[in-house]
T-cell receptor, first 114, second 114 residues
């Protein structure tokens, strides 16, 4: 298995809702990442997990809450989002942070906040 | 601070042409460079990864080169097809780069006219 799987593919949520994004990989990678991507922009790093521990939080608002229950699974919990949070959310993994062997990205979750 | 620049920002060519996408970087201490393809609203698909010890990589109609001394990488697409239409992103992996190690270019939006 050489894929990063993200669910759901699309999500529409109200500003008072709570929802979660899920990301899974079975490549034995020990680094996993969340990115946010707005239209016509490159991905922006949000969080880095290394060996299931949060190592980097790029000044992301607390309405985004990451969780890494095990080495294969990464969640992003969403609460009280704003319309400007609407974006494509990408998950990625690599053997370790800064892996010489490259990064694998998922297909993304298109999030719309109404 | 490392920077990755992609030229051109957009390109439209007739089907069947050979074309070159350019990626330049400011720091020769690069570990590897990865080329991605992104279809509208979708995730990033890895096309080619060139490690710093390599000069080029090939996959089908795609060939990517890396010249650390000049700070350049090129992605060559042979015999272009309408299905090649997408945004192409390059990303450099650096020691001391972003928290994930990656620095993305802003991408080249490619349209292949039938």
């Amino acid at each position: 298995d050489t894929e990063v799987t993200q669910t759901p593919k699309h999500l529409v949520m109200g500003m008072t809702n709570k929802k979660s994004l899920k990301c899974e990989q079975h490549m034995g990678h020990r680094a996993m990442y969340w990115y946010k991507q707005k239209a016509k922009k490159p991905p922006e790093l949000m969080f880095v997990y290394s060996y299931e521990k949060l190592s980097i939080n790029e000044s992301v608002p607390s309405r985004f809450s990451p969780e890494c229950p095990n080495s294969s699974l990464l969640n992003l919990h969403l609460h009280a989002l704003q319309p400007e949070d609407s974006a494509l959310y990408l998950c990625a993994s690599s053997q370790v942070v800064g892996s010489y062997y490259g990064y694998t990205f998922g297909s993304g979750t298109r999030l719309t906040v109404v | 601070k490392q920077e990755v620049t992609q030229i051109p920002a957009a390109l439209s060519v007739p089907e069947g042409e050979n074309l070159v996408l350019n990626c330049s970087f400011t720091d020769s201490a690069i570990y590897n460079l990865q080329w991605f393809r992104q279809d509208p609203g979708k995730g990033l698909t890895s096309l080619l990864l060139i490690q710093s010890s390599q000069r080029e990589q090939t996959s089908g109609r795609l060939n990517a080169s890396l010249d650390k001394s000049s700070g350049r990488s090129t992605l060559y697409i042979a015999a272009s097809q309408p299905g090649d239409s997408a945004t192409y992103l390059c990303a450099g992996l650096y020691s001391g780069g972003g928290a994930d190690g990656l620095t993305f270019g802003k991408g080249t939006h490619l349209i292949i006219q039938p």
